[in-house]
């Protein structure tokens, strides 16, 4: 096990993928995995968390910061740039243990070999700041010019978000303060320089560049390197950016690369002391694995006390940039257990948003707070009625993500209910927790139905995890959801009485508790939950077993167009019992007590053949639920999917004809749960981490260490043997 | 005014049209307007009411008969025959009157002129009988050669239907007895002829015709006539149809074609004598009215005591020959007023489907009666889930009008309550008519949800007649509907005392009338019913005011294939406010005084730009409730529109890929309606009809005689005057 992937040909193909593959990031900033030379056709973007801007008719979505890396040699007046000039030698290197992306290209020219050797990263110490050091040496003599500068002109899915550049040149630094569009709002990007040899330097300035043209006669196997300091600061950061852009590029530059990455290494270290994971395996699940953790790492918004994880963590603009549940569902958990602080700012981002939530909720006549389907700063909800575009007719499709994937409320509630259970740190309900909770049960308390003939409670037109039927009734994850939802305000309203004199008299103010408590009760027991039928299978919404029973293969075969949309109102699986993605599964999963073992296998064999699988959230959901049936070696290759989502690639690229690539963290996330909740079967006894395992057979064993309410802990699995040690040093870390 | 329509030019584009506009027909059968040479490449049909096929995977669809009429010519061993041969001179005329289709056709041969003169027609005074006077002269001498016989190989749309045909020539007559595929009903067809001249006579038969080729030596200028008897019968009929049929043929051919003329002409003329109407304008809106009402007298089913009129007659297997809220929403009336006993039959139709329709609300969870969309016999539903076929894909649509089209159950009670009021036959509730009242009533009972947090019942998910926008949550018209729905049920339940003792046995054994009565009053009283805004204006349905406002012109700009559909789930209109059809209009026409007149004017205002009259069910409802508005001048071009419909032809003849052409009755129905309450403006006061009338200004008057409550009534009205007076003499006949 090196930490490291790489890559050693060059393929024009894979330069989209690999800007996803080879990330570098550190929760601020994300930098995709690409040359110093490309520009936006290659989709270079150094991608900015939690700034937004929506260029009038265009889909809402995060900015990517100009490019302060952008870097290419001539020589002898003529450029050797990727991918026009094909390389001789290529090899591209992310060091993930250290958070370094290298990259070695040697161009063969008719006088003989030029080598370019570089190294970046975005400092983990200094979230701003990204470092360069790019060296090129020829075996032979010749007037070498390095072009490197500010590359304003980015690649946007939605832009041109820029409505200014300003560059001005000021005591040798580059700098660019770029207004955008909706709010001028400003990202100011500053470069510095220093060369360990002499040369020429010439200031051009284009329309969206400024750029450096360092010219000299090169000796023969001589190495000249640059070193270049990046700063990207914004308007949203502080009011005096300019200032602090200046002082930190003239701080930075003086410090030198070699120190900032010994300084950026030594946070990374710190962060794998307590999040690594050793495994003893035959296959490189270690790898696997600790990949996936790094591109958790590398999206963690350490710079803020509330802010949360896009979709695609900060590997581009795909879905604008905008948090889904996923981050509450799938990549939570690997916080709480390993760094809590982060999972306590992404829960304090739902709070801090349910002002938005619940002018959602107005909007479509509810009460309560309707979270974000896909949610943007303040809580503003991204997510178009026409998400998708049909690729027959090239129109917009009305999709019903937005108003009708009702679960998201439940998956906020889940967050903080899990945050609660793993911290213990109940000054989250203080500081507003009680109300997001609160909120949600009273909007699911305003979609509830019923039949007049009847008494039971119900939950129609809907989507559930399975996107691929729409506005369907009583899906049954959608329902426990809402079950659990009620279950949970029960309890804080239970609880309020422990809390703060001040939080009591907050709350007693804003709601009248008895009638809530009420309310929530009666909603609670009669509230219909589907159960397994005489097969003991669940049906995933009222219907579904009318469906076409068919095959994935078939519904396939029955694809039009490679890109077609499979779902919506007549897509190949909308009309069939094929679904994109866990659905049953993860309500079975989330709730393992709700039904006996039995049920859950027969549920899992059931939809399991008739999954797409077409989400990167689906194979996690399957594999945990395959450990907790005791089925280890059905959950494995699902494992291997989730844990291998990015470090492999090849997920879907398109959705109909948007774009939708990019990194893959609830994947991740979703490894990671496995890992240690399935494979190592951690669990709490008496408030105190336990582990049950049942490593898969290619595994002998297994290390890591989690957090739990205050204490560490480090579990060793060897075998059938598990060892829980309390490490009390680490705590106080 | 001369009572008929003729076409003088020949043009193969037409041939389709023509089919429908020259249609002729005597309720048991309907003949498409056709030449006698033509075979189902042009269309040719004679469609029988009440008899359906289904081939396995395809649509199920009533029969068309074996063609008896088919005959074609050969001069000189040359076969003249439209369309391949072009006509020198050609005129096709029906005498809508008397109910005769004539034709005469002029070929130029390279001798001289050959002149074809036929006459034939369903006849009225025998349903089962088609009579043809066929003539052929030529100012040349020539071998002819008349070939006329049975041509089997009819046209289908889901075809073909006839599993084995079995000919035989008895007696000089050609017998075929052809056997249908899905429960081997047989239908009958023979021919008998007789000619004035000597010839020499072949039996020619092939797999699906038997023809008889008559030849001679002609003389010039003689005129050479044969006359056809040829009788239609199905197993439906009765079991001895190969005897019947034998005999009627025989004596039918003993008679003669005049004389079978005279008494056809006869049962017209005692038609027209109680359902014509007599207009003095300066337009020819008599014409276009009364041709209307031949149409309606075309499709009457008054060979039976319980069948019901397809929604395109007998003009072909469009829309699978079913039956749809069409007859009872715009038929009924002018049966109800010119021949009651053929609203009777209609009613009782819907009666003796009772039992359908309450299997077809078990099948999707529901009590009581769903009604078919597209009813054909026993009630059986013809709707496909899949009734249009995207022009993109090729791929069927899911539509939603079998499942979600819920107001055809209140369109079944509106009949009935209409025959109850326009009739007074109170014998039609103890044959059935209260028990289809009640689970009607029951129902829309069992679709009504209530929020949990709210107290009023809302009906959701459902399509109103505006077809363009699915899955809607209350529309006006239906909730609307299910309300009178509940009023009509209290009604027969306050009623019931009143009846026959069998009849409160049997109501009370099967009902707890106190129960429901006391659900139906909740129901009425908590049932939401839209109201006007601010504005004035009733919102369609929850949330079409949230839809984007376009004009009818912007939408048909959108569409990229003249063939596609325009609604649907991504339809051009689905997403507008773009309706396909009256609807909120509907409902204001049928219920006046739910609000102010002020109201009506400013929803029809409101509505009619935004209507793309898509259906022929939409013209008259505008022109209707124009008039209920005191709006004549608004009214009168739906008006012509509507009673124009088949006259002028030019309707929509494609839903996405699917053909629609044909008659359509229900505008036929709906023009009437508007010339008699409408323009004349009738009413009851005390139990007798006055009128209050509004002619158009085109109008100078206005004769017309109505049946009401048994009682026969003349309407003159002259002007602003009108006469109403009382005919003791036609109550009688």
Chains 1, 2 share one sequence.
């Not at 570098?24 to 930098?31: D, M, S």
């Not at 075996?139 to 002109?153: L, P, S, W």
């Not at 009734?473 to 029960?490: I, L, S």
Request: net charge negative; aromatic share 12%; with cysteine.
């Amino acid at each position: 096990m090196n930490w490291k992937i790489e890559e050693k040909t060059f393929d024009v193909e894979n330069i989209a993928s690999e800007g996803s593959r080879f990330l570098n990031g550190n929760g601020y900033l994300g930098i995709r995995g690409a040359m110093e030379e490309y520009d936006k056709s290659q989709l270079v973007a150094i991608n900015l968390a939690g700034i937004y801007d929506q260029v009038p008719g265009k889909w809402r979505e995060p900015l990517n910061a100009p490019n302060g890396l952008y870097t290419f040699i001539t020589i002898d007046g003529k450029k050797y740039a990727l991918p026009e000039a094909l390389p001789k030698e290529h090899e591209v290197c992310l060091d993930y243990r250290n958070g370094i992306f290298s990259r070695k290209t040697i161009f063969e020219t008719e006088k003989g070999k030029v080598t370019i050797q570089s190294e970046h990263f975005a400092s983990m110490e200094n979230v701003h700041l990204i470092a360069l050091s790019y060296k090129i040496s020829l075996d032979f003599q010749a007037d070498v010019e390095i072009t490197t500068g500010i590359d304003g002109n980015v690649w946007d899915i939605n832009g041109p978000h820029y409505e200014t550049e300003d560059f001005q040149m000021l005591e040798g630094r580059i700098e660019l303060v770029a207004v955008i569009q909706e709010n001028h709002h400003q990202v100011c990007v500053m470069e510095d320089l220093s060369t360990d040899f002499h040369a020429r330097t010439l200031i051009f300035q284009g329309k969206d560049q400024m750029l450096r043209k360092i010219s000299f006669e090169s000796e023969a196997r001589k190495i000249y390197k640059i070193e270049k300091v990046i700063t990207v600061y914004t308007s949203n950061d502080c009011n005096d950016f300019l200032r602090i852009s200046r002082s930190t590029c003239n701080k930075e530059k003086e410090k030198g690369f070699e120190i900032i990455k010994n300084e950026h290494i030594k946070v990374w270290e710190s962060l794998w002391e307590k999040s690594q994971i050793i495994i003893d395996s035959e296959d490189n699940a270690m790898e696997l694995l600790n990949y996936s953790i790094y591109h958790l790492h590398c999206i963690a918004p350490r710079h803020s006390k509330s802010m949360s994880i896009p979709a695609r963590g900060l590997s581009g603009q795909t879905y604008k940039g905008a948090v889904f549940w996923d981050t509450e569902m799938f990549m939570l958990d690997f916080y709480l257990y390993t760094e809590p602080d982060i999972a306590r700012t992404i829960i304090k981002y739902r709070i801090d948003t349910l002002t938005g939530a619940k002018q959602k909720a107005e909007e479509y006549g509810y009460q309560g707070a309707f979270y974000a389907w896909e949610s943007q700063e303040g809580g503003f909800d991204a997510c178009s009625d026409y998400n998708v575009t049909d690729v027959f007719t090239m129109r917009p499709m009305r999709t019903f993500f937005r108003d009708k994937q009702v679960h998201i409320s439940a998956a906020v509630v889940y967050g903080i209910a899990q945050y609660l259970t793993v911290t213990d740190d109940i000054s989250i309900l203080e500081e507003g927790g009680i109300e997001t909770i609160l909120e949600c049960a009273l909007f699911y308390e305003s979609l509830l139905l019923k039949k007049v003939l009847s008494n039971r409670y119900e939950i129609h037109d809907v989507i559930g995890p399975d996107e691929y039927h729409e506005r369907v009734n009583n899906n049954g994850y959608t329902n426990r959801m809402a079950k659990f939802t009620f279950e949970k305000a029960m309890e804080v309203i239970e609880k309020l009485d422990s809390l703060s004199e001040s939080t009591i008299e907050r709350v007693n103010k804003n709601y009248n508790i008895r009638k809530l408590k009420e309310q929530f009760h009666k909603s609670l027991e009669n509230l219909y939950i589907p159960q397994p039928d005489k097969q003991g299978i669940i049906e995933q919404f009222d219907g579904y077993h009318k469906l076409e029973d068919v095959t994935v293969e078939i519904v396939k075969s029955r694809l039009l167009h490679e890109k077609e949309y499979w779902g919506g109102a007549y897509g190949v699986a909308s009309h069939t019992k094929i679904i994109k993605q866990a659905d049953v599964v993860t309500w079975l999963n989330l709730f393992p007590d709700d039904f006996d073992k039995e049920v859950m296998i027969k549920n899992w064999n059931y939809y399991e053949p008739r999954t797409e699988h077409g989400s990167s959230l689906s194979a996690c959901m399957y594999a945990m639920l395959a450990c907790k049936c005791g089925m280890k070696e059905k959950a494995y290759p699902f494992f291997i999917k989730s844990a291998g989502a990015d470090y492999y690639g090849g997920g879907k690229e398109w959705a109909g004809l948007i774009y939708i690539g990019g990194t893959h963290p609830a994947a991740a996330g979703g490894a990671y749960m496995t890992a240690i909740k399935g494979f190592a079967g951690i669990y709490v006894e008496e408030d105190k981490i336990k582990a049950n395992p049942q490593l898969p057979k290619e595994w002998k064993s297994m290390e890591f260490q989690v957090c739990h309410q205050g204490t560490w802990y480090k579990i060793n699995i060897n075998g059938d043997n598990a060892s829980v040690m309390e490490q009390p040093d680490m705590s106080e870390k």
